[in-house]
C-alpha cells in the first residue's frame, strides 16, 4: 500500500480537493483507496456521498493505534444522487473507504489525548503498519488541517509521498516556502529516529491564464530549483475550473463532471506522483493528453539520435 500524505501550512490551497479527486480517479482505475480525514476541520468527511458511515472514526484509529471496521466508512459511487451517464464511472470496480474525522477543534479529546502521548509521531504510521491494512488497500491518502500540529506530524510520519499544493499568489506562495522549509527542518529531525521524510512533491493549483498567476508559478519553481531531491515542483499544474466547485456540490470526482481538461491535468498529475501509472486513462477520459514532459524530451531525444543516425548512415 502506497501512503500519500497531502500537506501544507496554508489553508485553502487545495489539499481536501486534490486528495478527494485523486482519491477519484484512481478509484476509477480500479484501485482500492483508503482516505483519512486527519483534518479537525472534517471536509474531507463530507466531500464524498456515503453508503456506511461507521460509528467511528480517525480518534479510535489513532488512540487504538488499529485500524479496525468500525472506523472505516465507505463511499458511494456515483452517488444515487448523481444524473450523468455513469456507465464509465467505476467501472473497473474500485473503491474509496473512508476513515471519517471525528476530532473537531483544536481542544478535542483526540489532540489532548497525543498531547500526552510520547508515540503520537508515530500513531498513524502503527495503525496503517498492520499486514491486514496493507493488504486491505492499494493506496492510502491522507488530508490534514493547514497548521503545524500533532495530526499533521503524524501525516507526514506515516507518508511514503509528500504532496502540499500551493497556490499562485504572494501570500500563499511566501507562507508556501516558509512552511515547506519549516516541515521539512522539523521532520528531518526525525531522521536520528530512524525515519526518512520522502521527498515533498509541491504542485500548483489553481493556476489561471494571467501573467500574475505565471509569474508566481515561475517563482515556486525557482525558488526550490536548489532543493531538487527534497522539494519537487510538479510540472504538471492544476487549473482553476469551476468543474472542482461543481463536483465537491455533486460529491463526485470532478474528472467526472468535466472528462477533458480537468480529467487531463488530472491524470497528468497522477502519472507525476505515481509514475507506475504514466500512460494509463481511465474509461471516461475524453481529452487530448499530450506525452509527459520527461516522456515528451524522452521522445525528442530518441528521434533527434534517430535523425541522427539516419544522417550519418546517408
Ligand atoms: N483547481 C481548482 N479549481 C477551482 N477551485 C478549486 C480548485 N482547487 C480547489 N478549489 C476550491 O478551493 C476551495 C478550497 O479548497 P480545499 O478545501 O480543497 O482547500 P484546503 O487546502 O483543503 O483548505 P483547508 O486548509 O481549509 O482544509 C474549495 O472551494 C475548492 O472547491
Ligand atoms: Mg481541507
Known sequence: MLTVSVVATKG??????????????????GYRVLLIDADIQPSLTRYFKLSFRAPHGLSKMVMSGALTPECISHVELPPDTFTAATAE?????????????????????????MSN???????IRIALNNPAVQESYDVCIIDTQGAVGYLQDAAVNAADVLLAPVAPDVLSAREF?????????????????????????????KTENTVDSRTMSQLIREQFL???????????????????KKAATAQVPAHWIDPTKVSDAMHSFLWELIPSLRGQFV???????????QAAQATAESSSTEQKSVAQGG
Open 12 to 29: 485553502g490551497v487545495g489539499k481536501t480537493t486534490d486528495a478527494a479527486n485523486l482519491a477519484g480517479l484512481l478509484a476509477d482505475f
Open 89 to 113: 464511472m467505476n467501472a473497473n470496480g474500485g473503491y474509496i473507504h473512508l476513515v471519517c474525522s471525528d476530532a473537531k477543534g483544536s481542544d478535542s479529546a483526540l489532540q489532548i489525548w
Open 117 to 123: 502521548q510520547l508515540d503520537r509521531l508515530v500513531r
Open 177 to 205: 516556502i516558509d512552511g515547506i522549509l519549516m516541515l521539512i527542518g522539523r521532520h528531518e529531525a526525525t531522521a536520528n529516529l530512524g525515519y526518512k521524510v520522502p521527498a515533498i512533491q509541491c504542485v500548483i493549483n
Open 226 to 244: 536548489e532543493m531538487r531531491g527534497r522539494v519537487n515542483v510538479l510540472e504538471t499544474s492544476i487549473p482553476h475550473l469551476v468543474a472542482f
Open 283 to 293: 474509461p471516461s477520459h475524453r481529452g487530448q493528453l499530450t506525452a509527459a514532459p
